[in-house]
């Protein structure tokens, strides 16, 4: 029985059935078989992917301001479970809340920041590392 997929052509050698209906019913079987054979090749792809991004606001941010930063999933990726981080050490862990608030901002607090987090895209699974962000805090916000 020929399966196509994308270019893919798989096939299966069957024994003559004599009941159609039954013949049907191993189609389908093995059809469902192939998908999710199909799905677990494509899971371990999904963890090459970059699908957490850590953005911080303001920028520039100044001595005094909150500096903010937000772990957010890639396109409809739901993120639970997030830690922030800054240069190495753990700042803070939530199960829900992928904001954290740094205020009123000081010059220690540049650095490399980035977030860890449970990424749930559709079916899939799995914890994820956003990229460094750099955070560089200047001098007292200039008076306008």
């Known amino acids: 029985v020929p399966v196509g997929l ?24 093995l059809l469902l078989n192939l998908i999710f054979s199909l799905c677990s090749l494509v899971v371990p ?26 772990c957010q999933g890639r396109r409809i990726a739901a993120v639970s479970r997030v830690t922030f981080y800054k240069d190495g050490k753990s700042l803070q862990f939530s199960k829900d809340s992928q904001t954290l608030s740094v205020g009123p901002a000081t010059v220690k607090n540049s650095g490399r920041y980035w977030c860890s987090g449970q990424v749930t895209y559709g079916p899939f699974t799995d914890m994820q590392i956003s990229r460094i962000t750099m955070v560089q805090v200047q001098g007292e916000s200039p008076v306008w």
């Open 45 to 70: 792809c999904l963890g090459k992917i970059v699908w957490l991004n850590l953005r911080a606001w303001p920028d520039p941010v100044f001595e005094g301001d909150t500096l903010t930063l937000q």
């Open 6 to 29: 994308g270019g893919w052509l798989i096939e299966w050698v069957l024994p003559p059935i004599p009941e159609v209906t039954g013949f049907l019913v191993i189609k389908f079987f």
